[in-house]
C-alpha cells in the first residue's frame, strides 16, 4: 500500500481538480480529503455517506469559584484567548497550557464538539472526508483521524493506493497530511506568490524526508516564471513531473462536477494522465 499526498503552499492552485482526477485514473485505491478546513472533494466525487463520527475538540473554561486571578493564566496564553479571566472559546486553541499552569486548578478543558467526520463511498472506492464547524480549528488532530481511518480501509480491503488531498500552508494540518506517505507532489502555479509558497511547502516537506514531485498547474500564462520553477527544482533535484497549461475546460468540468479526465479529451487530461504514470512508476 502506498501513499500519495498532494499539497499546495496556498489554496487555488488546482490540487483538489488534480487529486479527483487522480481518483478517477487510480485502481483499488481509497481517497482521503484532509483538507478538513475547506473539504471540497467531494463536489467532484460524489459520495454516499455510510458512516458518521464526531469530531470533539478542547476548550479551556475557568472556575471562578477557585480561581484567585493571579494572572498566571493569561501571561502564558499565546493566543490571547484570556482576558479579565474569562476564556474566549472562539481565540482559545485547546493547548492546555493554562491548565498545567493554574497553581489553584481552576481550569478544567473540556470537550467540545467541533464537528463531524466520514466514511463514504464513492463510484471510484472508499472515501474518508470531514466537515468542521464554524470558525473550529482543527489543529491537525482530525486530519490524522481522516488518515487513519483510511489507512484501516486499505488495509482492510487491500488497497494498492491511499490518494490524500492534503491542506494549503506549511501549518500544523500539513504536517499532519505529509505524516508517514511516501509521495507528496506540490501543486503550483506560475506566480510570485505560487513559486514563493512552493518554496516554504518544498522546504517542510524535505524537513521530513518525503520524496517531493512538482506540478505546475496553468504553465503557459506565465512562461518566465515557469522557468524560475523549473530552475528551482533542478537546483534542489526534485522531480517536475506535470506542466498542466491553462484549458476552459477545468472550469467546465467543475462546473458539472466532474474530474476533468471524464469530463472530456482535452489538453489538460492527457497531461494529468502521463503524470499519474509516472508518480505510478515512482511509486
Given at each position: 500500500?502506498?501513499?500519495?499526498?498532494?499539497?499546495?503552499?496556498?489554496?487555488?492552485?488546482?490540487?483538489?481538480?488534480?487529486?479527483?482526477?487522480?481518483?478517477?485514473?487510480?485502481?483499488?485505491?481509497?481517497?482521503?480529503?484532509?483538507?478538513?478546513?475547506?473539504?471540497?472533494?467531494?463536489?467532484?466525487?460524489?459520495?454516499?455517506?455510510?458512516?458518521?463520527?464526531?469530531?470533539?475538540?478542547?476548550?479551556?473554561?475557568?472556575?471562578?469559584?477557585?480561581?484567585?486571578?493571579?494572572?498566571?493564566?493569561?501571561?502564558?496564553?499565546?493566543?490571547?484567548?484570556?482576558?479579565?479571566?474569562?476564556?474566549?472559546?472562539?481565540?482559545?486553541?485547546?493547548?492546555?497550557?493554562?491548565?498545567?499552569?493554574?497553581?489553584?486548578?481552576?481550569?478544567?478543558?473540556?470537550?467540545?464538539?467541533?464537528?463531524?467526520?466520514?466514511?463514504?463511498?464513492?463510484?471510484?472506492?472508499?472515501?474518508?472526508?470531514?466537515?468542521?464547524?464554524?470558525?473550529?480549528?482543527?489543529?491537525?488532530?482530525?486530519?490524522?483521524?481522516?488518515?487513519?481511518?483510511?489507512?484501516?480501509?486499505?488495509?482492510?480491503?487491500?488497497?494498492?493506493?491511499?490518494?490524500?488531498?492534503?491542506?494549503?500552508?506549511?501549518?500544523?494540518?500539513?504536517?499532519?497530511?505529509?505524516?508517514?506517505?511516501?509521495?507528496?507532489?506540490?501543486?503550483?502555479?506560475?506566480?510570485?506568490?505560487?513559486?514563493?509558497?512552493?518554496?516554504?511547502?518544498?522546504?517542510?516537506?524535505?524537513?521530513?524526508?518525503?520524496?517531493?514531485?512538482?506540478?505546475?498547474?496553468?504553465?503557459?500564462l506565465n512562461l518566465k516564471i515557469t522557468q524560475n520553477i523549473?530552475?528551482?527544482?533542478?537546483?534542489?533535484?526534485?522531480?517536475?513531473?506535470?506542466?498542466?497549461?491553462?484549458?476552459?475546460?477545468v472550469t467546465e468540468a467543475l462546473i458539472m462536477g466532474k474530474?476533468?479526465?471524464?469530463?472530456?479529451?482535452?489538453?489538460?487530461?492527457?497531461?494529468?494522465?502521463?503524470?499519474?504514470?509516472?508518480?505510478?512508476?515512482?511509486?
Amino acid at each position: 500500500m502506498k501513499q500519495i499526498v498532494i499539497i499546495s503552499g496556498k489554496g487555488g492552485t488546482g490540487k483538489t481538480v488534480i487529486t479527483a482526477s487522480f481518483a478517477a485514473l487510480a485502481k483499488n485505491k481509497v481517497m482521503a480529503d484532509c483538507d478538513v478546513d475547506a473539504a471540497d472533494l467531494y463536489l467532484l466525487l460524489h459520495p454516499e455517506i455510510e458512516e458518521t463520527y464526531e469530531f470533539t475538540g478542547r476548550v479551556a473554561r475557568i472556575d471562578k469559584d477557585k480561581c484567585t486571578q493571579c494572572g498566571k493564566c493569561q501571561d502564558v496564553c499565546r493566543f490571547e484567548a484570556i482576558k479579565d479571566f474569562t476564556v474566549d472559546p472562539i481565540s482559545c486553541e485547546g493547548c492546555g497550557v493554562c491548565f498545567y499552569v493554574c497553581p489553584q486548578k481552576a481550569i478544567k478543558m473540556i470537550e467540545d464538539s467541533a464537528g463531524n467526520w466520514f466514511v463514504s463511498e464513492t463510484k471510484y472506492g472508499p472515501l474518508v472526508h470531514a466537515k468542521l464547524g464554524i470558525a473550529e480549528e482543527n489543529s491537525g488532530k482530525l486530519v490524522s483521524l481522516v488518515k487513519q481511518k483510511a489507512r484501516e480501509i486499505a488495509q482492510k480491503q487491500k488497497r494498492d493506493f491511499i490518494i490524500i488531498d492534503g491542506p494549503p500552508g506549511i501549518g500544523c494540518p500539513v504536517i499532519a497530511s505529509l505524516s508517514g506517505v511516501d509521495i507528496t507532489l506540490i501543486v503550483t502555479e506560475p506566480t510570485l506568490s505560487g513559486i514563493h509558497d512552493l518554496e516554504r511547502v518544498a522546504g517542510v516537506a524535505h524537513h521530513f524526508g518525503i520524496k517531493t514531485l512538482v506540478c505546475i498547474n496553468k504553465y503557459d500564462l506565465n512562461l518566465k516564471i515557469t522557468q524560475n520553477i523549473e530552475n528551482f527544482c533542478k537546483t534542489y533535484n526534485i522531480e517536475l513531473v506535470g506542466k498542466i497549461p491553462f484549458n476552459k475546460a477545468v472550469t467546465e468540468a467543475l462546473i458539472m462536477g466532474k474530474p476533468v479526465v471524464e469530463y472530456s479529451d482535452n489538453t489538460v487530461s492527457p497531461q494529468i494522465r502521463e503524470m499519474w504514470r509516472k508518480i505510478v512508476n515512482i511509486l
